[in-house]
């Protein structure tokens, strides 16, 4: 057995890579929420169900990330959540990580481009593509971060760490209705996600059971409200 192997390396599971960018205040523009997480995790179907829940309230739009296809954003447009001028896609052409984290560049020219054919947006919800545990965004592109995984993935990926697990400032437990079909526990889950996590925040849900995923639509709405006051101008 080689030395490597006798002592494997820790790494920081606080490490999510160099993020380039710095964070702005969303004094005059629209707050950033992304959603990121593992292909399949769920990502799409809840991006819609906050569209589902907010859409009559909130002036909102949606920015998809695929590598090589607009599949995504064409999901979000043919079930109708949003009118189809709300929805822009990036195609990456590359691992999803680079264009939210590394080169933002894509995503806040799709931001951009919404907030100027979209008077008074409020909120751009940015959809990630499916990628691995460390993939998380970059602070320069948006201003809070859901990391989602899903039940099918198994019991035991909360307690894999990563940044996407451990930093991001909402944790979604997914599809908890197919946990008796996998064999997954989901207090092991819940338990492993906040120790991973300590105060932040972590929500079970399934979009069968709660199609609206009400949840995370009322914690969005939180953040909202908190990124708003917070880029107000102080009175003097």
Request: net charge negative; proline share 6%.
């Amino acid at each position: 057995m080689s030395a490597d192997h006798e002592h494997p390396v820790n790494f920081d599971p606080t490490d999510a890579g160099h993020d380039p960018h710095h964070h702005h205040a969303p004094m005059g523009r629209a707050v950033r929420i992304g959603i990121g997480g593992p292909v399949g995790s769920g990502k799409t179907a809840l991006t819609a169900a906050l569209c589902r829940a907010l859409g009559d309230t909130v002036n909102l739009a949606v920015v998809t990330n695929d590598i090589y296809t607009t599949e995504d954003a064409d999901f979000l447009r043919k079930a109708g959540v949003l009118a189809v001028d709300r929805i822009e896609a990036v195609q990456t052409g590359c691992c999803p990580h680079t264009a939210i984290r590394d080169d933002i560049t894509a995503n806040l020219d799709a931001v951009e481009l919404l907030e100027e054919r979209i008077p008074g947006l409020e909120l751009v919800i940015i959809e990630s593509g499916g990628d691995n545990l460390t993939a998380v965004f970059s602070r320069g592109l948006v201003d809070r971060q859901i990391f989602v995984v899903d039940v099918a993935g198994g019991d035991k990926v909360p307690r894999k760490g990563g940044p996407g697990v451990t930093t991001a400032d909402l944790l979604v437990i997914n599809k908890i209705d197919l946990a008796p079909l996998v064999g997954a526990d989901l207090d092991v889950m819940a338990s492993d996600a906040h120790r991973m996590r300590g105060d932040l925040p972590v929500i079970s849900q399934s979009l069968v059971a709660t199609p609206n995923a009400p949840d995370v639509a009322s914690w969005v709405q939180t953040q909202l409200h908190d990124c708003t006051v917070a880029a107000a101008p102080a009175s003097r």
